[in-house]
T-cell receptor, first 112, second 116 residues
């Protein structure tokens, strides 16, 4: 299972764009990169997933360079409700059946 | 999207008793489910993989006789914490894989267990 490394914590003011980078140097050819958001006392919630280049949905963008050894989650114009822990996961995605290992995650604190 | 539920959402029990936590896939079938444990201010730790119709697979260091897992149907997996002790107090989360290729895992809302 590919190991991931993220900053432990980040602070941002409301309205700013936040970029959280995750390193996964030993990512395998068939691995996908998935980001989850977790609020206190709740289960993780899917944000975005990608394999290479750029993926965008209604809440975030995911940038993956050509070597795929890192990825960056971009949250546009964060609000106080985006304060949460963000996890980057790397796993073979054959229908999600592979067990995944959570890293430390990044605790994002949005400041008014 | 797919929904995974857990019951109860929180439970308080006395030391030495057993507690059962249910994980259900509400609108899809799940032959595999995963159980995690999360202590305060820590990340999720995978405990075991629950397989419908067969024995669960436990991660290293997780006591299979203490954390009994039963995956009796395609929509239900249960985790029973036997003879619970205060150190078992934690947040327990289950997940189930998506149904299509490249679909992610769906997590339940979690169960807060407090052992007195």
């Amino acid at each position: 299972l590919a190991k991931t490394t993220q900053p432990i914590s980040m602070d941002s003011y409301e309205g700013q764009e936040v970029n959280i980078t995750c390193s996964h140097n030993n990512i395998a050819t068939n691995d996908y990169i998935t980001w989850y958001q977790q609020f206190p006392s709740q289960g993780p919630r899917f944000i975005i997933q990608g394999y290479k280049t750029k993926v965008t949905n209604e809440v975030a963008s995911l940038f993956i360079p050509a070597d795929r050894k890192s990825s960056t989650l971009s949250l546009p114009r964060v609000s106080l409700s985006d304060t949460a822990v963000y996890y980057c996961l790397v796993a073979l995605n054959s229908g999600g059946y592979q067990k995944v290992t959570f890293g430390t995650g990044t605790k994002l604190q949005v400041i008014p | 999207g797919a929904v995974v539920s857990q019951h109860p959402s929180r439970v308080i029990c006395k030391s030495g008793t057993s507690v059962k936590i249910e994980c259900r896939s509400l609108d899809f079938q799940a032959t595999t489910m995963f159980w995690y444990r999360q202590f305060p201010k820590q990340s999720l730790m995978l405990m075991a993989t629950s397989n419908e119709g067969s024995k669960a697979t436990y991660e290293q260091g997780v006591e299979k006789d203490k954390f009994l897992i039963n995956h009796a149907s395609l929509t239900l997996s249960t985790l029973t914490v036997t003879s619970a002790h205060p150190e078992d107090s934690s947040f327990y989360i289950c997940s189930a894989p998506g149904q299509r290729p490249q679909e992610t895992q769906y997590f339940g809302p979690g169960t807060r267990l407090l052992v007195l």
